[in-house]
């Protein structure tokens, strides 16, 4: 038995969170003992195996802000994960041999203070998801860039969520040419989905409606719901771009007169998310180069076809024209593959049956957890090489960093 420490910035509900308690999941199923340390957990917003008892979770710092007058958000967020990483090693009680982390990985340094081995989980380069419009917000940038390159080399071992992320890794972090990370795919418990399904609400479908497009995600603009329009998903009161995009969604919506055609979900609950890709005629999935995408094999596993932008994770799941269509993100190539639904009606039940085959196949639960552990007994057959000293003064140097990039982008707002 080895015990794993999580630590993640934010347990709320999205696709990294998933990941990581699945990955949590698969490692309890061994036998592991398995705790989670985060800046934040709020239980009315959270997947259920963070508050059912099935996980220990220990929150921290959340008293720090998120932002500082809708700004300043990275900085806060690498600060609270580091005050999370001060917590567990230097003034926690917890008892762990490797420390599981991910999408921040600035905290590393302080967690290499201790004597675990660490493993960190890179969705996505934070540094590509970061708009540069001003010379200052470059300059504020700049230093935080650099501190994700090279805290991410001190840990032990790196694993990204799908081919297309690794090659991103190689070109994105070019210093780190040495590092091969290893790609472990993110699948969830497919358990949640073989529970009986409910009937939907009245409300929810349109009467008459024989024909359902289902669009499943946060509302956030980079996920491109304006693309199907069909809008539904994870919602966030404390994320005002969660607030913008769904009012703007339902303009839009009002512009092309398709307001009696939408219903728009906020904060769906996993037995709503079973009935409506069991009812859907088919999961509209929107993002372009989506790092993987948790949502298309989860449609997939309850026979749902899939229409994704030709691009990313999708790319990996989806097989063209055999469990879906991979498509162009244009209204015009969606539009195309929509159409196809709507005139052969028994088309969902041919992929949907070929979706199902393929998850089972290569997406299964078990696959994953054998990989995943094969993974740790990797990483405990590292040596590790505790440094107290050469960990702090790593700490200090990226602090004096960070710190310089925040008055950098004081400045900015200043300026502005």
Same mark, same amino acid.
């Given at each position: 038995?080895v015990?794993?420490?999580f ?22 199923s ?15 917003h ?48 917890l ?16 967690l ?45 071992l790196?694993l ?75 919602y ?32 769906? +609950?996993?037995?709503? $998310?079973?009935s409506?890709?069991?009812t859907? @005629?088919?999961? !509209?999935?929107? %993002?372009?180069? =989506?790092? /993987? ?17 030709? +691009?990313?994770?999708? $790319? ?6 055999? @469990?879906?269509? !991979?498509?162009? %993100?244009?209204? =015009?190539? /969606? ?66 960093i ?15």
């Amino acid at each position: 038995m080895v015990k794993i420490i999580f630590l993640h910035p934010d347990l709320g509900i999205g696709g990294a969170e998933r990941a990581v308690i699945d990955a949590a999941l698969a490692f309890k199923s061994k036998g592991h003992a398995v705790q989670f340390v985060t800046a934040h957990h709020d239980p009315n917003h959270c997947f259920p195996e963070t508050i059912d008892g099935t996980f220990k979770v220990t929150c921290v710092g959340d008293w720090l802000p998120r932002s500082f007058l809708c700004r300043f958000f990275a900085f806060f967020a690498y600060l609270r994960m580091i005050y999370a990483a001060i917590y567990l090693v230097f003034f926690s009680s917890l008892e762990y041999e490797v420390i599981f982390c991910d999408q921040i990985s600035a905290c590393i340094p302080f967690l290499r203070a201790s004597h675990a081995r660490i493993l960190f989980y890179c969705h996505f380069p934070d540094m590509l998801l970061t708009q540069r419009k001003s010379f200052l917000k470059k300059l504020y940038r700049a230093p935080i860039d650099w501190i994700e390159e090279k805290t991410t080399a001190r840990a032990h071992l790196v694993l990204v969520n799908s081919k297309f992320t690794a090659e991103v890794f190689k070109k994105t972090f070019t210093s780190l040419h040495y590092i091969d990370p290893e790609v472990l795919y993110p699948i969830p418990d497919f358990s949640a989905f073989d529970k009986p399904v409910e009937p939907l609400a009245k409300d929810i479908i349109p009467p008459g409606r024989h024909t359902i497009f289902l669009s499943i995600n946060r509302y956030t603009r980079q996920k491109n719901h304006g693309l199907g329009i069909e809008a539904l998903g994870g919602y966030d009161e404390r994320v005002r771009e969660n607030k913008e995009e769904y009012l703007e969604l339902r303009k839009k919506a009002e512009k092309f007169g398709l307001v009696d055609n939408i219903t728009f979900l906020r904060s769906i +609950s996993d037995a709503q $998310k079973r009935s409506l890709l069991k009812t859907s @005629t088919c999961l !509209l999935y929107t %993002p372009e180069n =989506e790092h /993987f995408g948790i949502v298309p094999i989860e449609a997939m596993y309850m026979k749902c076809p899939v229409i994704a932008a030709n +691009s990313g994770g999708p $790319k990996e799941t989806v097989k063209h024209e055999t @469990t879906g269509y !991979l498509c162009e %993100p244009t209204p =015009e190539d /969606f539009a195309e593959a929509m159409i196809r639904f709507i005139k052969d009606k028994e088309l969902k039940n041919k992929l949907g049956t070929a979706g199902k085959a393929r998850v089972e196949k290569v997406f299964s639960f078990d696959s994953f957890t054998n990989h995943l552990e094969a993974v740790l007994q990797k990483l405990m057959t590292y040596r590790h090489v505790h440094s107290q000293s050469i960990s702090m003064i790593w700490s200090l140097v990226l602090v004096s960093i960070l710190s310089l990039g925040f008055v950098a982008y004081v400045l900015s707002f200043a300026h502005d």
